[in-house]
Structure formats: C-alpha cells, structure tokens
C-alpha cells in the first residue's frame, strides 16, 4: 500500500469534470486534502469554465481547452500563493466546474393565487403558469449568489429562488400592463416579452441571463364562472328593473285599485307621479328641442337697415375731379345745372373718362328730373 502510495504521487494528475446531464451548475472537483500537483493537466470542455478558489478567495478562471497548470498560467493564485519563483511541490485550492449551456424547460408558477387589481372586478386572485429558459453568464458571480461551497448545485436546487424573483415580476407586469383580466389570454405574448425585460433586473444579481420566457395559462378560481354569471345577470336586471317594477306596480293598481290601504294608495300615487314626471320630463325635452329649432327663426325681431346708394361715379366740375358720387347726388347736380350730358364721368371698369350721355344709367338720370317752375 505504501509503495501504490509513492508510486501515485509520482503521476500528473489530471482535473477534469464529465457532466452526467442531471442538470448540475456548478460541481466541484474533488481531491484528497485539495491536493493537486505541480504541472496537473486541466481540461475544460465546451460550455463550462473552471474556477480556481484559494481560501475563499476567487483566483484565476479558465475557458474551454487543456491546460498544464503552472505559474505562468496562474498568475493570480501565485501572487495569492507568494510564489516567485515557480513551484514543485503540490498545492492546496478549490476547483469548480460551472455549466455554461443554456438550461432549458424550466417551469415556472404561482403556488398561492396572487391578487391583481382589475378595473371591472376590483381585486382578482388569478394563477399563472409558464416555463423560461436560462444561462450562467457570470460563473463567479453564480457562485458567490447561489451555489456557494456546494459539491454539487443543481436546477432543481435553483428553481425555488428563481420562482420567487418571478412571480412578483409578472404580477407587476401584468398590474403595469392596465389589460383587464378577461382580456389577459389575448395578450400572453406580449406579456411574455414584458415580463421577461422586466425579470432580467431581477437575475443580473445571481449572474444569470433568462431566455424565452412564456406565460402558458392564467387561471381563475372556481367560484369566478359564478361571479361573472351574477355580474351579466345584475347588469340585466338594472337595466329591466325599473320597467318591471312600473308594469307590476300598474297590475296591482288596476286590479285592486280601492285597496291596499294608504300604503297601496301612497304607492299608486308614487307610481303616477314618477310616470307624470317621466310625461313632463320627456314633453319639456321636445318642447326645448323645438324652440332651439325653431329659435334661428326668430331672431331678426326689426327691420334691416334701409341699403345705401352705392357711390361709384367720379366727375369733372369746373376742371376739377370730384367724388366717389352716388346716383341721387348726381341727380341733385343735374337739378342746380351744375352737371350736364356732355360732364366728364368715370367709373370702374371704363378704360377712360366718356361724357355723361355716352354712359347708359348715367344719361338716364336726365329724363328722370322734372323741368323747372314756369315764372
């Protein structure tokens, strides 16, 4: 035994991890007395990474490929060693192997109904449903969050604390999004986006980015079919009450109409006066309604101001111009002899200055005023 002993310590040790796709995250290598020896060989396959851990401390962390672990390619753990000048004995640190591949179908949902706010029903309690998928993006990170100093840390293990940063994501997502919960089943993929944006806050703590989160079903309690069928009926009965409660009322008065005391009496006269005001109501509206129509109508309670002589003649008198000048002013210098058939006249439109006789409405004007007086 002694000699298998020496004859083991004399061989390179080789550190290496073979994930057996039982969901492990992270796994750490186990060695005697975390022994490893001086230029071991270490594997890293695809989609891990090995972390170096020196007391506690994070050293040096190695991507896919086959190291010979020496100073030269651990640089952090012999500043953290003190070696200076290379090492031949065997060393004390903790290897862990982290799974960076995409775990996927992991399932997510509500153990206890959640209250959401409704604008139609108030509170609601509702149950939701879903799967998501992640990635270890930030393996020390991962470790120092979540998995710690566990020889093996699995999905399994991980899926609770998850869970419990999920479900109050949704529910703000879903309460932020302002879609009743009867219209929650048509929007599923919009939420789905929404929460997964918002839920990514909530991991980059653990190291870790979601993927492809899905809300499958939200579901109700039993007794909600119940409350939706009473909410259609009290929605039915407000609106026929009030027609059912008059034509009832109107029976019992036409069939008993000299009994039931001053209650019945006070009752048939509530009856009246709630049709009488419901007539008088309605009549007032038409009676508005026809006044407005009718009120265009009768607005102009006067006369139109009498229309004005429209001035647009200009005239030459003793070589001077005068006007504009309205019709009847130009009769009034025709009667003082001041205006004759061969007066200079002009207007809009007349490319030059014609005499009056020349001008049809203007000649006209002398045939309208009457001679003067005989002496």
């Given at each position: 035994?002694?000699?298998?002993?020496?004859?083991?310590?004399?061989?390179?040790?080789?550190?290496?991890?073979?994930?057996?796709?039982?969901?492990t995250l992270v796994?750490?290598?186990?060695?005697?007395?975390?022994?490893?020896?001086?230029?071991?060989?270490?594997?890293?396959?695809?989609?891990q990474v090995a972390?170096?851990?020196?007391?506690?401390?994070?050293?040096?962390?190695?991507?896919?490929?086959?190291?010979?672990?020496?100073?030269?390619?651990?640089?952090?753990?012999?500043?953290?060693?003190?070696?200076?000048?290379?090492?031949?004995?065997?060393?004390?640190?903790?290897?862990?192997?982290?799974?960076?591949?995409?775990?996927?179908?992991?399932?997510?949902?509500?153990?206890?109904?959640?209250?959401?706010?409704?604008?139609?029903?108030?509170?609601?309690?509702?149950?939701?449903?879903?799967?998501?998928?992640?990635?270890?993006?930030?393996?020390?990170?991962?470790?120092?969050?979540?998995?710690?100093?566990?020889?093996?840390?699995?999905?399994?293990?991980?899926?609770?604390?998850?869970?419990?940063?999920?479900?109050?994501?949704?529910?703000?997502?879903?309460?932020?999004?302002?879609?009743?919960?009867?219209?929650?089943?048509?929007?599923?993929?919009?939420?789905?986006?929404?929460?997964?944006?918002?839920?990514?806050?909530?991991?980059?703590?653990?190291?870790?980015?979601?993927?492809?989160?899905?809300?499958?079903?939200?579901?109700?309690?039993?007794?909600?079919?119940?409350?939706?069928?009473?909410?259609?009926?009290?929605?039915?009965?407000?609106?026929?009450?009030?027609?059912?409660?008059?034509?009832?009322?109107?029976?019992?008065?036409?069939?008993?109409?000299?009994?039931?005391?001053?209650?019945?009496?006070?009752?048939?006269?509530?009856?009246?006066?709630?049709?009488?005001?419901?007539?008088?109501?309605?009549?007032?509206?038409?009676?508005?309604?026809?006044?407005?129509?009718?009120?265009?109508?009768n607005t102009q309670?006067?006369?139109?101001?009498?229309?004005?002589?429209?001035?647009?003649?200009?005239?030459?008198?003793?070589?001077?111009?005068?006007?504009?000048?309205?019709?009847?002013?130009?009769?009034?210098?025709?009667?003082?002899?001041?205006?004759?058939?061969?007066?200079?006249?002009?207007?809009?439109?007349?490319?030059?200055?014609?005499?009056?006789?020349?001008?049809?409405?203007?000649?006209?004007?002398?045939?309208?005023?009457?001679?003067?007086?005989?002496?």
């Amino acid at each position: 035994m002694g000699l298998f002993s020496s004859l083991r310590g004399e061989l390179i040790d080789i550190i290496e991890w073979l994930n057996d796709k039982t969901g492990t995250l992270v796994h750490r290598f186990e060695r005697h007395d975390n022994e490893i020896k001086n230029n071991a060989k270490l594997i890293v396959r695809e989609s891990q990474v090995a972390v170096f851990v020196n007391e506690g401390k994070f050293a040096d962390v190695f991507t896919p490929g086959t190291y010979t672990l020496s100073t030269q390619n651990l640089p952090i753990l012999s500043t953290l060693k003190g070696w200076k000048y290379g090492f031949d004995s065997p060393f004390k640190a903790e290897v862990y192997f982290v799974n960076m591949a995409k775990i996927t179908d992991m399932g997510w949902g509500t153990p206890q109904p959640i209250m959401m706010r409704d604008p139609d029903f108030d509170m609601v309690k509702l149950r939701a449903t879903g799967t998501y998928c992640f990635k270890i993006v930030e393996p020390q990170l991962f470790i120092t969050s979540l998995s710690g100093t566990e020889g093996n840390y699995t999905s399994d293990q991980v899926a609770d604390t998850f869970r419990n940063q999920i479900i109050p994501g949704i529910s703000d997502t879903i309460a932020s999004s302002k879609i009743g919960v009867m219209d929650i089943s048509s929007h599923y993929d919009e939420l789905s986006e929404a929460g997964e944006l918002k839920l990514q806050t909530r991991f980059d703590k653990y190291g870790v980015k979601i993927f492809d989160f899905v809300i499958e079903s939200v579901s109700f309690p039993d007794d909600f079919d119940q409350i939706l069928r009473k909410r259609a009926e009290m929605k039915n009965y407000n609106v026929n009450y009030q027609t059912l409660q008059q034509g009832e009322s109107m029976e019992n008065i036409s069939n008993n109409p000299g009994g039931g005391g001053v209650a019945g009496d006070m009752m048939g006269m509530g009856m009246g006066f709630g049709m009488a005001n419901s007539f008088v109501n309605q009549n007032q509206n038409q009676n508005q309604n026809q006044q407005q129509n009718q009120a265009p109508q009768n607005t102009q309670s006067a006369p139109p101001p009498l229309p004005q002589t429209m001035k647009k003649y200009h005239v030459v008198l003793e070589g001077n111009q005068r006007g504009p000048l309205s019709t009847d002013e130009i009769k009034g210098l025709i009667q003082a002899g001041n205006f004759t058939q061969t007066t200079m006249v002009w207007k809009e439109g007349l490319p030059q200055w014609q005499t009056a006789n020349t001008i049809d409405e203007v000649n006209a004007l002398f045939g309208s005023i009457p001679p003067p007086l005989p002496i």
